[in-house]
């Protein structure tokens, strides 16, 4: 019996504490005079830097669900555990450029069950039935409905280098270094000299045959250039679709109706 207890505490203490919010971090934070000093004291504790715009982007994710938190009257352990299952879930979505929608909430159902049933040392009841639907609600209309700002703002972009090779055209030279005669070194020192005094080189007249070669490349670099541009807008496109269909979907299976807005935006009677 003490093993299984002690298995229980360690296990809370990393999954549901998991050192994030602490009681005296709660003390401060609750006792800050208005928004602006939450704010200040939040980036401290989590050590966030406001001058960037990203790290601003994620305090105000922070700030907003210790709100919905202290709305809902959540204890302190209530309130650390829903901090925790949020950062956890951002950390998953930004740990790939590629979507994970569909994967980063089943992440976050896992730790919402994780927490919302008393079988120790698998889980431990933090939540009530009611909270863990007004949570669900609440990361559906926040966190899961921009869920692609946050993927824009937080993971590195994915560039394409692209190599054409058209079939026809002469292989390039491969660049020799051309060591300068006597006499270019005396046109050059004539030049510096006084460059007034010496007339201009003629420019090289270009010859039909590499004309024709320059007017088929700009031709073909163009429209494979087109092709790639529209096989990206169409990609960009089909993406952005299935992602506002798996949002829809999400809001469905959780029960919500269209249009309903988050449980913070209530006036309690």
Not at 7 to 13: D, E, L, N, T, V
Not at 123 to 135: H, M
Not at 224 to 235: A, D, I, N, T, W
Request: proline share 5%; with cysteine; net charge negative.
């Amino acid at each position: 019996v003490e093993s299984e207890e002690m298995r229980h505490k360690q296990w809370y203490q990393r999954r549901v504490r998991g050192n994030d919010l602490t009681s005296e971090h709660l003390d401060v934070i609750y006792s800050a005079s208005n928004n602006e000093n939450t704010l200040d004291v939040l980036a401290d504790i989590c050590k966030i830097d406001q001058s960037d715009v990203k790290q601003e982007i994620l305090l105000e994710f922070f700030f907003h669900t210790i709100q919905f938190a202290k709305s809902r009257e959540m204890n302190y352990a209530q309130t650390s555990a829903l901090f925790t299952i949020m950062k956890s879930v951002h950390a998953m979505c930004a740990s790939t450029p590629y979507n994970n929608n569909k994967a980063t909430y089943a992440y976050f159902k896992q730790l919402l069950v994780k927490h919302s049933l008393q079988r120790p040392p698998y889980s431990v009841g933090v939540f009530t039935v009611n909270q863990v639907q007004a949570i669900t609600e609440y990361a559906l209309n926040t966190y899961f409905r921009h869920f692609s700002m946050y993927k824009y703002a937080f993971t590195p972009k994915v560039r394409v280098d692209l190599s054409l090779h058209y079939e026809g055209a002469p292989p390039t030279p491969e660049p020799v270094e051309v060591t300068p005669t006597e006499e270019e070194i005396a046109n050059e020192t004539a030049l510096e000299a006084d460059p007034e005094e010496v007339s201009p080189e003629p420019e090289p007249v270009e010859s039909e045959e590499m004309r024709q070669l320059r007017d088929m490349i700009q031709t073909v670099m163009g429209s494979e250039l087109k092709m790639v541009q529209g096989k990206l807008e169409k990609m960009i496109s089909e993406q952005d679709s299935k992602l506002s269909k798996q949002v829809e979907a999400l809001e469905e299976s959780a029960g919500l109706k269209a249009g309903s807005k988050s449980p913070g935006n209530k006036k309690k009677k």
